[in-house]
Nanobody, 125 residues
Framework: QVQLVESGGGLVQPGGSRRLSCETS????????IAWFRQAPGKGREAVSC????????KYADSVKGRFTISRDGTKNTMYLQMNSLKSEDTGTYYC??????????????????WGQGTQVTVSS
């Protein structure tokens, strides 16, 4: 069955870096897009980035442009989110999700049919 498993979360100091992983299985990653979302306590789920594996379309939320990079390990069915220059407002649970492509409005939750369980990132000194 389709599975997405996030890992790599933890505690990081402001200004630091962290790389999250999304290990996928049960489907051909080449045919899908993977997005990263995050959810801070008491807030809604926010889209961070999306990457379409069949055409290379890449999207970022304005809040993370220039600091976060989404990528894929070409030899594995794993997507990554490299997070640099982390801020306290980046704190939250990070989820990866699957879609057929990165939609024009990649923030729409309904575009994604499978989600991982999430990994917690806390940015604090």
């Amino acid at each position: 069955q389709v599975q997405l498993v996030e890992s790599g979360g933890g505690l990081v100091q402001p200004g630091g870096s962290r790389r999250l992983s999304c290990e996928t299985s049960g489907f051909t990653l080449d045919h899908y897009a993977i997005a990263w979302f995050r959810q801070a306590p008491g807030k809604g789920r926010e889209a961070v980035s999306c990457f379409s594996n069949h055409d290379g379309t890449t999207k970022y939320a304005d809040s993370v442009k220039g600091r976060f990079t989404i990528s894929r390990d070409g030899t594995k069915n794993t997507m990554y989110l490299q997070m640099n220059s982390l801020k306290s407002e980046d704190t939250g649970t990070y989820y990866c999700a699957r879609s057929l492509w990165c939609p024009n409005d990649f923030t729409s939750l309904s575009a994604y049919d499978h989600w991982g369980q999430g990994t917690q990132v806390t940015v604090s000194s």
